[in-house]
């Protein structure tokens, strides 16, 4: 099976389909058993975080399948991201080199700002945990200074492309802006057919930006976790996306995925089940027509799904369209 890749502006190339390593929290026998499922099913992009802390169970089974000769680093595509108390310039380095320590390589492939509203930092590289009562906005951090040490790290080699999560269109923009000589290469946001981002994809292609979606299926999984309040009808249950699965006789899931890659959007869906895992890369041998593709597009936007509301009252909060609520 041949994965076709996005083409960013350095000239390098991310495919199209990663494997996420992020969200409802899995334990690391789960995640390892989840990445070398997905190695073995052609996936070659992961998707992971400083805050994760999934970032040590992808070094850990990248060493063993390049060890075993199965892989060779330059097979996989790598995307991490700076946690949101080493927006300081002088935490920034650091804080990758100890993302490199834990991923057991010399470079990343993508590095992203993984959040635009920068905390203080409380002495600590290692991770951010957003419910500890010590963590404090930090107001008066201007976002470009991050921006131009990534610059740097990507001049250094030390990561191969660099880019934004969570940003939105003005945001973007600013980057763009104030962009020494690197511009953003990559903006990883929640993306699907009942949130599909219309303004921002915009934006990120009158520069050249790929867009990455998150939660490119809606996450279905936290429909059955009170926790969440997760809505019960989500991308995955739209009757367009039920009706197209069955004329394709392709999952919902597949359905959604092919939606998105058609469009030069790349996808991360996370599973954690091997059926799932292999089902959600089978997606590059049938097309959806234009009517469908139109189809798909015009279902009317809905709430996001993860407003991250714990960044809410900091000047640098993305969503404005929850602001405005
Ligand atoms: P998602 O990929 O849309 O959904 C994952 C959920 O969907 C899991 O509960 C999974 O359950 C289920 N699922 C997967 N494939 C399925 C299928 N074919 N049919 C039915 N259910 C399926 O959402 P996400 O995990 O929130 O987002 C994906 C990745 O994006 C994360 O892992 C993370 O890497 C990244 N992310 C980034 C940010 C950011 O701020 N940049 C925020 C959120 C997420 P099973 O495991 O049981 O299959």
């Known amino acids: 099976m041949t994965i076709k890749a996005a083409k960013l502006l350095n000239g390098t190339e991310m495919p199209f389909i990663g494997i996420g390593t992020g969200g409802k929290a899995a334990d690391d026998s789960t995640t390892r058993e989840m990445l070398r499922k997905a190695f073995d099913a ?5 998707d992971t975080a400083a805050i994760y802390g999934t970032e040590h169970v992808v070094g850990e089974v990248l060493e063993e399948y390049i060890q075993s000769g199965r892989l060779k680093r330059e097979d996989v595509y790598i995307t991490t991201k700076l946690a949101q108390c080493n927006h ?29 509203v920068t905390y203080q930092n409380q002495g600590t590289l290692e991770q951010f945990i957003p419910d500890l009562p010590n963590y404090k906005f930090d107001v008066e951090h201007d976002i470009a200074e991050t921006w131009h040490e990534l610059e740097q790290l990507y001049k250094d080699g030390l990561v191969k492309g660099i880019g934004l999560s969570n940003f939105n269109a003005k945001q973007v923009e600013y980057i763009v802006e104030k962009a020494k000589e690197i511009k953003p290469m990559n903006d990883q946001v929640e993306l699907h057919i009942h949130f599909p981002q219309k303004e921002l994809r915009h934006t990120c292609k009158k520069h050249g930006i790929v867009v990455t979606a998150f939660a490119p299926i809606g996450c279905p999984g936290k429909k059955s976790d009170p926790k969440y309040n997760w809505p019960s009808d989500g991308p995955i249950d739209d009757p367009v996306t039920v009706k197209l699965a069955e004329k394709h006789k392709k999952t919902p899931a597949q359905i959604l995925l092919r939606h998105l890659i058609q469009h030069a959007i790349v996808v991360i869906p996370k599973s954690t089940n091997p059926v799932r895992i292999q089902q959600n890369i089978e997606i590059f041998d049938f097309e959806l027509s234009l009517e469908e593709m139109d189809e ?16 809410l009252g900091h000047p640098d909060y993305p969503f404005d369209d929850v602001t405005s609520q």
């Open 42 to 46: 052609g996936y070659r992009h992961i």
């Open 88 to 116: 300081k310039p002088e935490f920034v380095r650091p804080a990758l080199k100890c993302s490199l320590k834990r991923l057991r390589t010399d470079y990343v492939d993508m590095y992203l700002i993984h959040n635009p």
């Open 296 to 311: 798909l597009d015009a279902i009317d936007s809905r709430p996001r799904l993860y407003p991250m509301k714990i960044n």
